[in-house]
C-alpha cells in the first residue's frame, strides 16, 4: 500500500546526493541529507506517542528543520497544521484547541506563552528556532536517520490549513494526500518543472502557496530551492542569476519593479515567473514584461482548493484573467443555486476536482453550507469566463481583504474593535494600497459621550490579533452609511476612503 504523498514527493528522493535546499550562506543541503533529518525528527514524533492521523501544530521561522517536520510528518502520517508566524497567542489557543493537536512546535522566544496553551488542552510542546535548535532537535539528536513509513492511502489526510471566516472562527480546511498530489503533479507538468530547475523561495511555509505549490512542485520534480527566510529585495537581485523560476504574490513584482537593479539582465536564468494569492494588476504584468521581457504567469486558488486556474505556459497568458482550468479541475460560473450562467455572465466561482479539499474539520455545517453534494466547492469569488475559457476574477462575493497575499476577514477585526473602550460599532474596509494591494482601514464609532482613544486602541489589538490584520489606519466617524435594511454600505465606505493610501 505505501505512504503515497511521502513515497512520492520524498521517498524517491532518499539517500539521493543532489541539491534540494541552497540556503542564504551559499550552503547546499542535499534531499539525501533533508531526508536523514526528517527520519530523525519521525522518531522523535513517534517518541511522544504520536500516531497516525494526529495532528502536529507547528508555529515557527521558516528554516530547513521546520520543513523537515512536514516531511516527518507526511513519513509518520501525522497531520500537519502549519500556523502563520504572526499569530498571537491567542490566536494559536483556538488552533490547538480546535484541531485538538496533540503536539505544538513553537519559537523559544514565545515558549512561557504557547507552552501554556499547550498544556491547556493536552498537547505536548516542543521548541524550535529559526536555526532549527530548541527541544525538538534535542530530542532527535543521535536518533536512526531511516525512518519505517507508515502505511497510508491518498484519502488520508495530510494537512489541515486554517481559513477564516466571514462569520465566528476559523475554519479548518482538511486535505487529503490526493488533494496534494494531483495538484502537484498537474502543476508540475503544466509549468514544465524538472530535475534542473532552482525555485527562487521567498515565500513563507505556513501557507498553500509556499508550502504545496512551491515546495510540492519542487519535490516532484526533484529539483532545488534557494531557501530565502523572506521577502527581501537585495537577497532576490543576489540569488535571481542562479535560478530558473520565481513564485510570489503580486507584492514581490511590484517590489522587484521599484528597484532600478531590477532589469532584463537579471533575470537572463529565469524561465518562468509565477504570481498568485492575490489579484494581480493587469498594469504589473505589463510594466513586468516591458521591463523583463518575461510574462508573469498569474494562477489562482484558494486553501480549500489548492489551484484552480492557470494561465498557460505555452500560449495566451492574459494579463488580468487567471487563465484556464486546470486539468482534472471543473470550473463554473453559477448563480446562487449553483446553476451555470452563460459565459460572459458574472456570477460565483465553483470548482470540482480531486484537488477539492475534504470539508472543514469538525464543522459540517459550514462544509455542508460551501460543499455541495455534487463535489462542486462554492469559492465565494464573483467570476467571469470567456468565450475561450479565460477566467477573470472580478470581485468577491465574501467579505474578505487580502493584504500582501494575506487573507483578513473584516469581522474578526470588527470584533475586536467593538469590545474596545468607547466604541459603539466598526466596520472594517479594505482600501488600494500600493505595496499590499489592500490595506484595512478601521472605521469607528463612539458610544454616546465617549471619545475613544485610537492609540489605545490599536495597542489592544496587539495582544489579540497579528499585526497584520490589524486596521493600517482608524478613524472615527459619526455614524456608518447604512442601507433601508439597515445593513453597513461597505461599498460606500471603501469609496469615501479609497485614496488613504494612494
Ligand atoms: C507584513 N506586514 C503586513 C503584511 N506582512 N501587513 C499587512 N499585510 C501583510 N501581508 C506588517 C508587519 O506586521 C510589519 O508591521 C510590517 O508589515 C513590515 O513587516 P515585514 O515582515 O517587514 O513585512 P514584509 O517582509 O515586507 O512582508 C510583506 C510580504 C509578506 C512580503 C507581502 O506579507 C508575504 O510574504 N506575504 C505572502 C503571503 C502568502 O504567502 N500568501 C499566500 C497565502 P509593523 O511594521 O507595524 O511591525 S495562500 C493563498 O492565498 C492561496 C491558496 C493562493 O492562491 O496562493
Ligand atoms: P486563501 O484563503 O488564502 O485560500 O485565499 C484564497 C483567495 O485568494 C481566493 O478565494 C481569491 O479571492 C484570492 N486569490 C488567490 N489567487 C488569486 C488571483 N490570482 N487573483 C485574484 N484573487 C486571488
Known amino acids: 500500500m505505501g505512504n503515497p504523498l511521502f513515497d512520492r514527493l520524498f521517498g524517491r528522493h532518499i539517500g539521493k546526493t543532489s541539491t534540494f535546499l541552497i540556503l542564504p550562506d551559499g550552503s547546499r543541503l542535499s534531499h539525501g541529507r533533508f531526508l536523514k533529518l526528517a527520519a530523525r525528527y519521525a522518531h522523535a514524533l513517534a517518541e511522544l506517542g504520536l500516531k497516525a492521523g494526529d495532528r502536529v501544530a ?27 508566524t504572526a499569530y498571537t497567542a ?20 514565545k515558549a512561557g506563552n504557547l507552552s501554556d496553551v499547550a498544556s491547556r488542552y493536552g498537547a505536548k510542546f516542543l521548541t524550535m528556532d529559526e536555526s532549527g535548535n530548541g527541544s525538538l532537535a534535542a530530542k532527535a539528536a ?24 466571514t462569520t465566528g472562527r476559523s475554519k479548518g480546511a482538511m486535505l487529503s494526500q490526493r488533494n496534494l498530489l494531483s495538484n502537484a503533479e498537474v502543476l508540475c507538468s503544466e509549468w514544465r518543472f524538472d530535475e534542473n530547475d532552482v525555485l527562487l523561495h521567498a515565500l513563507p511555509i505556513f501557507h498553500t502557496h509556499g508550502l504545496f505549490v512551491g515546495t510540492n512542485i519542487s519535490l516532484l520534480a526533484g529539483g532545488a530551492m534557494i531557501f530565502l527566510p523572506k521577502l527581501d529585495v537585495d537577497a532576490l537581485i543576489k540569488w535571481m542569476p542562479t535560478a530558473t523560476t520565481m513564485m510570489g504574490v503580486p507584492t514581490f513584482y511590484t517590489r522587484l519593479l521599484g528597484d532600478a537593479r531590477f532589469t532584463k539582465e537579471l533575470t537572463k536564468s529565469m524561465r518562468l515567473f509565477v504570481s498568485g494569492s492575490a489579484p494581480l494588476l493587469a498594469e504589473t504584468h505589463r510594466r513586468f514584461f516591458d521591463r523583463t521581457g518575461h510574462k508573469i504567469l498569474e494562477r489562482y486558488g484558494m486553501t480549500e482548493t489548492n489551484m484552480n486556474t492557470s494561465n498557460p505556459y505555452d500560449g495566451d497568458r492574459r494579463p488580468g484573467t487567471v487563465g484556464l482550468p486546470l486539468p482534472g479541475v471543473e470550473v463554473k460560473v453559477c448563480d446562487s443555486e449553483g446553476n451555470d450562467l452563460p459565459r460572459g455572465e458574472i456570477g460565483t466561482l465553483e470548482v470540482r476536482g480531486d484537488n477539492v479539499f475534504q470539508g472543514y474539520w469538525q464543522m459540517p455545517e459550514k462544509t455542508r453550507e460551501e460543499l455541495r453534494e455534487n463535489g462542486f466547492f462554492i469559492t465565494g469569488d464573483l467570476a467571469q469566463q470567456s468565450e475561450d475559457g479565460y477566467v477573470t476574477i472580478v470581485g468577491r462575493a465574501k467579505d474578505l481583504v487580502i493584504s500582501g497575499g494575506f487573507n483578513i476577514y473584516p469581522k474578526e477585526v470588527e470584533e475586536a474593535l467593538d469590545t474596545q473602550d468607547g466604541v459603539l460599532e466598526s466596520a472594517v474596509i ?39 490584520k490589524q486596521p493600517r489606519k482608524l478613524i472615527l466617524i459619526e455614524a456608518l452609511p447604512r442601507n433601508t435594511m439597515g445593513k453597513v454600505q461597505k461599498a460606500a465606505l471603501r469609496e469615501t476612503y479609497k485614496d488613504l493610501f494612494a
Open 58 to 84: 507547528l508555529q515557527v521561522e521558516k528554516s530547513p528543520n521546520a520543513l523537515a517536520v512536514y516531511a516527518a510528518c507526511a513519513q509518520s502520517g501525522l497531520v500537519f497544521l502549519p500556523l502563520n
Open 90 to 109: 491567542h490566536e494559536v489557543d483556538y488552533f490547538v484547541s480546535n484541531s485538538g493537536a496533540g503536539l505544538l512546535i513553537g519559537d523559544p522566544e
Open 142 to 165: 543521535g536518533k536512526p536517520e531511516e525512518f519505517e513509513t507508515v502505511e497510508r492511502t491518498e484519502d488520508d489526510l495530510a494537512a489541515i490549513l486554517y481559513t477564516s471566516g
Open 430 to 468: 479594505g482600501v488600494p494600497h500600493p505595496d499590499l494591494g489592500e490595506a484595512t482601514v478601521g472605521i469607528i464609532v463612539a458610544k454616546p459621550g465617549f471619545t475613544p482613544d485610537l492609540d489605545s486602541i490599536q495597542l489592544n489589538l496587539g495582544n489579540r490579533l497579528a499585526r497584520f
